[in-house]
């Protein structure tokens, strides 16, 4: 009988001679997921872009290459389907070419996603679509978690006060502390690529960032569908996976880049967690800005150079 997955990969990191606690160590992954991996159970790994990160830097722990070990994970064991709203599938279906939505796009596709989910559900019960705004829905358990709010309130004032020499790491571990994340990433849209890539972090290792897949404007996920749509996406977790948001981060000039969270089961679709995700990006938005302004300063400044 062929050896499965997990203990094939287990017996190369023995060949290796590198134990789990040092791979946890290096990568900041934690190690009961890699003792279930090893035994073929992956049932709370995280979902989306996450997934191949962890699987790319435990295939680099043990000497193997990568690509091929994620094609064969993701082979045995699919992506969850990530879960995102209405409008963000439409966003997806329509062009990739144009620029990020500008606040008033923002709004004006609220409105349109809040219009084609009255219309849609009028139509499947063949009734007249009802225009009027729906009741707010009853709070769920998850809906009711308590959060530190003077430690929120805290943490804006110093993210209001920090500039772009700060050590804005702190502030992030800060911010997962509150809301209870395994981890974020401040993703910053690059113009002249036409990507997001990862600004500034906390919760992961700089051996799961460089594993990080380039995400595209068109890129199926969460992450990019937030920054298209300039909406909250959410993806469930499964089985106790963890679950994860994806919050724009706006400027006056639009969508700039996008606040994901990664955080434990059911957690995602908690209130007061998607609104303190929303402050802490908005937040944020001002630093990335002007980090972002710098950048293009140093490199207009250096191209003179040239020139």
């Given at each position: 009988m062929p050896e499965s997955f997990g203990a094939r990969f287990r017996r190369q990191r023995e060949r290796q001679r590198v134990t789990l606690a040092a791979i946890?160590?290096?990568t900041k992954i934690h190690l009961p997921l890699l003792e279930e991996l090893e035994?073929?159970?992956?049932?709370?790994?995280?979902?989306?872009?996450?997934?191949?990160?962890?699987?790319?830097?435990?295939?680099?722990?043990?000497?193997l290459q990568p690509d091929e070990v994620v094609r064969e994970f993701l082979a045995l064991y699919p992506d969850p389907i990530e879960v995102v709203s209405i409008g963000s599938a439409l966003e997806h279906?329509?062009?990739?070419?144009?620029?990020?939505?500008?606040?008033?796009?923002?709004?004006?596709?609220t409105a349109t996603e809040w219009m084609l989910t009255t219309w849609r559900s009028a139509?499947?019960?063949g009734e007249d679509a009802d225009v009027r705004p729906a009741p707010l829905p009853v709070p769920r358990s998850h809906d009711v978690l308590e959060l530190d709010l003077l430690a929120a309130a805290h943490l804006c004032t110093k993210l209001a006060q920090a500039d772009t020499d700060s050590d804005v790491t702190l502030l992030l571990k800060e911010a997962s502390r509150?809301?209870?994340?395994?981890?974020?990433?401040?993703?910053?849209?690059e113009?002249?690529?036409?990507?997001l890539s990862p600004?500034?972090?906390?919760?992961?290792?700089?051996?799961?960032?460089s594993q990080l897949p380039i995400v595209r404007r068109d890129t199926d996920n969460a992450t990019a569908a937030a920054f298209r749509s300039g909406q909250t996406c959410a993806v469930a977790g499964a089985d106790g996976s963890t679950s994860a948001l994806a919050v724009p981060v706006w400027a006056p000039s639009g969508c700039i880049g996008v606040l994901a969270v990664e955080l434990r089961n059911g957690a995602e679709q908690a209130a007061p967690v998607r609104a303190a995700a929303t402050i802490f990006a908005a937040q944020v938005g001002r630093l990335l800005q002007a980090t972002n302004a710098r950048q293009s300063e140093r490199r207009e400044q250096g191209a003179r150079r040239r020139a």
């Open positions: 946890a160590e290096q035994h073929d159970r992956v049932a709370h790994w995280p979902s989306g872009i996450f997934r191949r990160a962890f699987i790319r830097a435990y295939a680099d722990a043990i000497g279906v329509a062009s990739t070419k144009r620029s990020p939505p500008t606040r008033f796009q923002y709004f004006m596709g139509f499947l019960k509150i809301l209870d994340a395994i981890g974020l990433i401040v993703w910053s849209w113009h002249e690529t036409g990507t600004s500034i972090s906390d919760g992961y290792s700089e051996r799961v960032l």
